[in-house]
């Protein structure tokens, strides 16, 4: 969809700079395969490793990086990711990652997760990292810092425009996602409940609306209909908010 859009501004402004087309180009040999919308399969999509010593724990890597903390001593990763597609309805991704350091040796499965389209919508079950807001290192509240999530995660499958007096706002993506989260925490296995909407009036401008809620997991209360309400009107008071 970015790649459309980007298409389509250059297309409108040529006269722009030649790089922003050599760019463009490039994606669009890079995801032919998903453009073309044809059934494939790619074994080996990407292959990178990284190494790192450090005489203390680095807290600099951390940053940007699906939760991945590197250790004191000698750090090595190396992840291949492999993705499939059927025609315009399924694809898969997964990316499994060998890791070792001083004390420990184990595979870790980064990315894993299949989607399905149809009529506009997209369905995703696996596992996989998201990024709500506009900052590059941080937001307030989801971002790849943190582990990917095991999650379902329903959203269009392109932003489209609302009808009657809507449509002022602009395109338009709603996205709501409901996941699983770790063992190691207060409430062991709770779940986290996030919504947002996005706008975008002007090619310029765009802006969106979040909500996210923290519920359920061993040792807390089952959620009551108070709760639920108070969840879709974004109050605070109950006790499950997060």
Same mark, same amino acid.
């Given at each position: =969809? $970015?790649?459309?859009?980007?298409?389509?501004?250059w297309?409108m402004? /040529?006269?722009?700079?030649?790089? *922003? @087309?050599?760019?463009?180009?490039?994606?669009?040999?890079?995801?032919?395969? &998903?453009?073309?919308?044809?059934?494939f399969?790619?074994?080996?999509d990407?292959?990178?490793?990284?190494?790192?010593?450090? &005489?203390?724990s680095?807290?600099?890597? @951390?940053?940007?990086?699906?939760?991945?903390a590197f250790?004191?001593?000698?750090?090595?990763?190396?992840?291949?990711? +492999?993705?499939?597609g059927?025609?315009?309805?399924?694809?898969l991704y997964?990316?499994? &990652?060998? =890791?070792?350091? &001083?004390?420990?040796?184990?595979?870790?499965?980064?990315?894993?997760?299949?989607? !399905?389209? *149809?009529?506009?919508?997209?369905?995703?079950?696996?596992?996989d990292?998201?990024?709500?807001?506009a900052?590059?290192?941080?937001?307030?509240?989801?971002?790849?810092?943190?582990? /990917?999530?095991?999650? *379902?995660?329903?959203?269009?499958?392109?932003? !489209?425009?609302?009808?009657?007096?809507?449509?002022?706002?602009?395109?338009?993506?709603?996205?709501?996602? +409901? *996941?699983?989260?770790?063992?190691?925490?207060d !409430?062991?296995?709770?779940n986290?409940l996030?919504?947002?909407?996005?706008?975008?009036?002007?090619?310029?401008f765009?802006?969106g609306?979040?909500?996210?809620?923290? !519920?359920?997991?061993h040792? =807390?209360?089952?959620?009551? $209909? @108070?709760?639920? $309400?108070?969840?879709?009107?974004?109050?605070?008071?109950?006790?499950?908010?997060?």
């Amino acid at each position: =969809r $970015l790649l459309s859009e980007a298409e389509e501004n250059w297309n409108m402004h /040529p006269e722009g700079s030649p790089d *922003a @087309n050599m760019i463009i180009l490039r994606l669009r040999e890079e995801f032919k395969d &998903e453009l073309e919308k044809t059934s494939f399969i790619k074994p080996v999509d990407n292959i990178h490793t990284r190494f790192l010593y450090s &005489e203390d724990s680095p807290y600099f890597t @951390n940053i940007n990086n699906n939760g991945d903390a590197f250790r004191e001593g000698f750090n090595f990763r190396a992840n291949i990711s +492999l993705s499939a597609g059927i025609a315009d309805a399924f694809s898969l991704y997964l990316s499994p &990652e060998y =890791r070792l350091d &001083e004390d420990n040796s184990y595979g870790e499965l980064v990315y894993g997760y299949l989607t !399905f389209d *149809a009529v506009g919508v997209r369905l995703e079950i696996g596992r996989d990292s998201m990024w709500w807001g506009a900052g590059y290192h941080g937001n307030l509240l989801v971002t790849n810092n943190a582990k /990917p999530f095991d999650m *379902a995660k329903l959203t269009s499958q392109k932003p !489209f425009v609302l009808p009657w007096f809507f449509k002022y706002l602009g395109l338009f993506k709603p996205t709501i996602f +409901l *996941a699983r989260l770790e063992e190691d925490r207060d !409430f062991p296995r709770a779940n986290l409940l996030g919504m947002r909407l996005d706008f975008k009036p002007t090619q310029r401008f765009q802006f969106g609306l979040n909500r996210v809620f923290m !519920f359920g997991g061993h040792g =807390r209360k089952s959620l009551n $209909l @108070n709760d639920w $309400l108070n969840v879709l009107i974004a109050s605070d008071s109950a006790e499950h908010s997060g």
